[in-house]
């Protein structure tokens, strides 16, 4: 995963002002995948230690950190990026059904999701190389496009393994693996018993049961303008689902005094242009609400929740300027959003 700047575009209401518990959420927490992690739970069932806990949390991060992150040299997909084999690479369980997943959302997107966009993230000044100078031009990128695509990359199935069908191809999991480890931590606290909770990293989460009030959990959408960051300007109820969302609000480059977002469009080879501002993704699972909230925000609001319906998914669009703010939501979103938003 990519050690961009923080990304917390939601965060989570969890003010027990008038709460008349007895004993306070447990709350853990860390660093991972460049950002923070957290999992609050209301009331920790006699026997669990939470000291426990948190060192089998950081144990299953660290191992995914291991298996995905493309900031170490020698991860799993670390490894695959660096050689230009198109011979077949043994990969563990957890990286081919996260493939195999990713393979489908990057089908039913029409590509929109598309991890091997690495190379533009790149030459975009997103990746680990120096930051962009000046507008890539567009032979570059046209090469470029030509090693994209997840196609190229092939799945074994009974054998889990993949392997490139050109020398080029690159992954980068970052639009995917936060979620991905968010359910990983969710189904390790489920696995203790715990009914009730909430795990997110880098605002990326998965909600369980109710809150310490004993209501559904509320998650704030922050506005989508850098001068009114943490401020709500949506609140969802939500329970027993993972919320994600992707924005540009927080995480860009600036060239020649032009912003450009960090969520490369796969068909163009560049930045996405249009609003949304922020989408937000409420699915089961994480991982497809992670990869899904990148998608929409190539996709756009007007294809976007179309696409939505079509699929059944939650999904909301913020757009908008300084002066007006508009959201534009899916019909499965609607019985979350518990107010419209207004400018504070
Ligand atoms: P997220 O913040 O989850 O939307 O993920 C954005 C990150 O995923 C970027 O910083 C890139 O590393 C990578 N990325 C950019 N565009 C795409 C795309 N269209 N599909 C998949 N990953 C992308
Ligand atoms: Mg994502």
Redesign the pocket.
């Given at each position: 995963m990519?050690m961009?700047s923080i990304?917390l575009p939601l965060f989570i209401l969890l003010s027990l002002i008038g709460c008349d518990r007895v004993e306070p959420p447990v709350r853990l927490h860390g660093k991972t995948m460049g950002t923070t992690w957290s999992l609050t739970i209301p009331n920790l069932p006699t026997g669990t230690r939470s000291g426990q806990l948190q060192l089998q949390i950081e144990s299953s991060l660290e191992n995914i950190n291991a298996l995905m992150s493309t900031w170490r040299a020698d991860s799993e997909i670390s490894r695959f990026n660096s050689s230009t084999s198109t011979e077949w690479f043994d990969i563990s369980p957890q990286t081919h059904s996260l493939l195999q997943k990713a393979t489908r959302i990057y089908q039913q997107s029409g590509g929109?999701?598309?991890?091997t966009?690495s190379p533009l993230?790149e030459l975009w000044g997103?990746g680990h190389t120096l930051p962009q100078q000046g507008i890539p031009d567009d032979l570059q990128i046209k090469s470029i496009l030509q090693h994209t695509g997840l196609e190229k990359l092939l799945l074994d199935d009974s054998a889990i393994r993949m392997r490139k069908s050109i020398p080029q191809l690159q992954l980068?999991l970052?639009?995917i693996a936060?979620g991905y480890a968010v359910d990983e931590v969710a189904r390790l606290v489920s696995a203790q018993g715990i009914e009730n909770y909430l795990v997110e990293i880098g605002g990326e989460m998965r909600i369980s049961g109710n809150n310490p009030k004993a209501e559904p959990w509320r998650v704030a959408i922050e506005y989508p303008h850098i001068e009114k960051l943490r401020s709500a300007a949506v609140i969802l109820s939500v329970t027993d689902a993972a919320v994600a969302t992707?924005g540009d609000y927080r995480?860009f480059v600036e060239i020649d005094g032009k912003r450009y977002s960090?969520?490369?469009?796969?068909l163009t080879g560049r930045p996405v242009t249009h609003n949304p501002a922020s989408v937000t993704v409420i699915t089961t699972d994480c991982l497809s609400a992670?990869a899904w909230?990148?998608a929409f925000?190539?996709i756009g609001s007007r294809k976007g929740v179309e696409l939505a319906n079509s699929l059944q998914m939650a999904a909301m669009f913020i757009e908008g300027d300084d002066d007006k703010l508009t959201t534009i939501s899916s019909d499965k979103m609607m019985k979350y959003i518990t107010n419209t938003p207004s400018e504070p």
């Open positions: 990519k961009t990304l929109a999701f598309d991890p966009v993230v997103f980068d970052s639009a936060k992707s995480n960090h969520i490369i469009d796969p992670d909230a990148t925000s190539v």
